[in-house]
């Protein structure tokens, strides 16, 4: 790749038919109208309020003009959650199918970038993975992205059929999905019990920066408890948010597996290990933040056991991104802070060499999911 790339993997977009089934509900997750406004309303505390939504969520010429103001060359957008967590097995999966039939032609028809063999935009799909359904429709899902070739990967929650990400009947879905060498998006959407942040009102500050990390460590530990990465070593996750609180617990993980003897003898490698084999969004808003990140994700070698697996520098495992249409800018700014402050952490994490601030920045991503 001859050209330095900016490549965006955290962008989100609710599609026109998406938003469509939002506005047709009476209960959460819904788009609703207050004081004239529409207002998206996807989590528990946001009830009576909601949060502003317009066409940045859906309008592709606004993704554009987003990415032009802010110098992206390419986006791989994901739908943003709940996903079809709230519908029952046999409408999610035609939704899924019109949905994924829907991004395919959103990023099919966006721009060429110009003087590259790069589209501007391609896209994560959605998959029928809901409460009650069964694990084959998910699989046959999966199978039918091989049509789409603009789709190069999917994104999860992590309620799975309704046990987890860690329910041995996903096992098949796991399967299929490395079979097709499709990046996993694993992304929160249900953080923690409302319960858990106390009678004082502090809006969606602490579900936001604490609750949706939290959720995405807690499903990522559960996985790493069930073996699934030794036995499928070449399934590609890619974690949001920098991995949640995972990086900074990997060595109290590591000690309480060692120490527990029901799971002591589950995982192949001590937990420290796998962390070398995911890949992590840079959306850590902080330099030293996201340099502490790499530094952990690429000691993982020495964990292998088997004295063969080098450490690295782990930048090669971190993929830039904006999460776009949220956290949109504040009042008398014209920039988004969610990409200014993303981009600086980048350029100044200490002891990066520019090689590997470009591989963050778009290079990552261009290997990474194959564009």
């Not at 998206?40 to 066409?55: D, F």
């Amino acid at each position: 790749m001859s050209r330095k790339l900016l490549v965006d993997i955290h962008t989100h977009l609710y599609l026109p038919r998406y938003a469509q089934l939002l506005r047709a509900r009476s209960q959460i997750p819904r788009i609703t109208t207050l004081n004239g406004e529409e207002r998206l309303v996807i989590l528990a505390g946001e009830a009576s309020t909601g949060r502003p939504v317009g066409p940045s969520y859906w309008d592709r010429n606004e993704k554009l003009r987003f990415m032009d103001t802010h110098g992206i060359d390419v986006s791989i957008v994901s739908p943003a959650n709940p996903w079809l967590d709230f519908l029952p097995p046999a409408p999610a999966a035609q939704a899924c199918e019109e949905l994924n039939s829907d991004l395919e032609e959103y990023c099919a028809t966006s721009p060429q970038l110009e003087g590259t063999r790069f589209k501007r935009l391609y896209g994560m799909a959605y998959l029928p993975v809901v409460p009650g359904a069964e694990v084959d429709a998910v699989c046959r899902s999966v199978e039918s992205l091989g049509k789409l070739p603009h789709i190069k990967g999917v994104i999860l929650g992590t309620q799975g059929l309704g046990q987890g990400l860690d329910d041995p009947v996903l096992l098949p879905m796991w399967e299929t999905l490395a079979r097709a060498g499709l990046v996993v998006f694993l992304h929160p959407h249900y953080g923690m019990p409302p319960s858990v942040w106390g009678a004082q009102e502090n809006g969606h500050v602490l579900p936001l920066a604490l609750g949706f990390p939290f959720e995405t460590t807690t499903a990522v530990a559960r996985l790493i408890l069930t073996g699934l990465l030794d036995k499928l070593p070449t399934l590609k996750l890619l974690l949001a948010h920098s991995g949640g609180a995972l990086p900074v617990l990997s060595s109290r993980l590591a000690s309480c597996i060692a120490h527990d003897p029901v799971a002591s003898s589950r995982p192949q490698h001590d937990a420290r290990y796998y962390l070398g084999r995911m890949w992590y969004d840079a959306v850590a808003y902080g330099p030293e933040e996201l340099a502490f990140v790499a530094s952990t994700v690429g000691r993982a070698g020495r964990y292998a056991g088997n004295g063969k697996e080098p450490e690295t520098r782990g930048t090669e495992r971190l993929l830039w991104g904006t999460d776009h249409p949220f956290f949109p800018p504040l009042k008398g700014e014209a920039m988004w802070m969610s990409v200014t402050e993303n981009l600086d952490a980048v350029k100044n994490a200490p002891g990066w060499s520019e090689v590997e601030k470009e591989g963050v920045r778009g290079g990552n991503a261009v290997d990474l999911f194959g564009l």
